[in-house]
């Protein structure tokens, strides 16, 4: 079987799975290939796939260069939330066609063979939009590379007493806005207190630095727009005391299982079961209490889920396949 997946090469959570499932779907017997919708010039090799994933975009054009029975699989990534929230804006001045997530979103789900996604409640959602008769959207658990993220040593504890890291992608539903508000709060009853905020983009900088320069946190943070590749994220996890990934609604997301199966203390907002600790979603006060209280040793972590490896993610996709060839 050969598979193509069409995604963007930008180092996104979106584009790592994608990489991942490549690499791993060829142990169950696949030839599984990455593929660059915006790269036209690379697209030949790609004529010949049984299978299409479609993780960012599937080109037009290449509907008639396939060579075989198309057959094409969508991957919801993203949150249906986020899909909707983008829409909106990107309609406020005036930014349709692929600009609007909401009408690709339903384009896949009427026209692909296949629908995926990793999330319960995306599910829930989706499901409810299909069709009467068309086939579900499949559920499939994501998981990561657990030998390379359970391996290696920490290179040297970061700052802080304690140090907590955060370096999500900063879309709205899980920039660290929140965590940032919340933390004067913990600066103030922890004098040794350090947030090592990551992945903080130059186009955000004109807000957020004026902004929480003058609520006080930025003094006890570092704030960067720094990205970690695989293996320094690997050590920052291994060297900060806590890991703080706040997705609305307690979505889990790849960095979350990332710094879970590296054994991170893992905090999010209710939901995601991989996480040891969970805060409530709303006042930032509220929250502020609620991480102290982690950092007192006040709160007995979560028993949680295992963390599935991405063979196991593999062997869904795989299954999925399988069962709409021809």
Same mark, same amino acid.
Request: hydrophobic share 45%.
């Given at each position: 079987m050969r598979v193509t997946h069409w995604t963007i090469t930008n180092g996104s959570g979106m584009h790592r799975v994608a990489e991942a499932l490549a690499k791993a779907e060829t142990a169950p017997g696949c030839t599984s290939t990455l593929a660059d919708p915006t790269k036209p010039e690379t697209w030949d090799v790609h004529e010949e796939s049984d299978i299409h994933v479609v993780h960012t975009h599937f080109p037009d054009a290449m509907r008639k260069r396939v060579k075989t029975p198309l057959r094409l699989v969508?991957?919801? $990534?993203? %949150?249906p939330d986020h899909v909707f929230q983008s829409s909106v804006e990107e309609a406020s001045h005036g930014a349709y066609? $692929?600009? /609007?997530?909401?009408?690709?979103? +339903?384009?896949? !789900?009427? %026209?692909?063979?296949?629908?995926?996604?990793? =999330?319960? *409640? $995306?599910? =829930?959602?989706? /499901? *409810?939009? +299909?069709?009467?008769?068309? *086939?579900?959207? /499949? !559920?499939?658990?994501? #998981?990561?590379d657990t030998a390379? =993220?359970?391996a290696g040593e920490s290179a040297g504890k970061y700052a802080g007493e304690p140090s907590v890291l955060t370096c999500e992608n900063p879309h709205y539903f899980k920039w660290p806005y929140d965590l940032l508000a919340a933390w004067v709060e913990i600066a103030e009853e922890f004098a040794g207190a350090r947030l090592h905020c990551g992945y903080l983009p130059n186009d955000m900088h004109r807000a957020f630095f004026?902004?929480? &320069?003058? !609520?006080?946190?930025?003094?006890?943070?570092?704030?960067?727009? %720094?990205?970690?590749d695989k293996l320094n994220l690997r050590n920052a996890l291994r060297s900060t005391d806590?890991?703080? #990934?706040?997705? *609305?609604?307690? /979505?889990? &997301? $790849?960095?979350? +299982?990332?710094?879970?199966?590296?054994?991170?203390?893992?905090?999010?907002?209710?939901? &995601?079961?991989h996480a040891m600790f969970w805060v409530e979603d709303g006042d930032q006060r509220r929250l502020a209490e609620q991480l102290a209280a982690i950092f007192r040793g006040e709160v007995t972590p979560r028993i949680t889920e295992r963390v599935p490896d991405i063979a196991t993610t593999a062997a869904g996709m795989v299954a999925v396949y399988t069962d709409i060839l021809p």
């Open positions: 969508w991957v919801g $990534h993203g %949150t066609g $692929h600009g /609007d997530a909401i009408q690709l979103m +339903l384009h896949w !789900l009427k %026209t692909a063979h296949a629908k995926v996604t990793f =999330w319960p *409640r $995306h599910k =829930w959602m989706y /499901d *409810r939009m +299909l069709t009467v008769g068309a *086939r579900k959207v /499949d !559920l499939v658990p994501l #998981g990561v390379f =993220w359970g004026p902004f929480f &320069n003058a !609520l006080g946190s930025s003094y006890t943070s570092y704030m960067s727009p %720094t990205v970690f806590f890991f703080c #990934g706040l997705v *609305r609604y307690g /979505d889990l &997301n $790849h960095l979350s +299982l990332e710094a879970a199966a590296a054994g991170a203390k893992t905090i999010s907002y209710a939901g &995601n079961q």
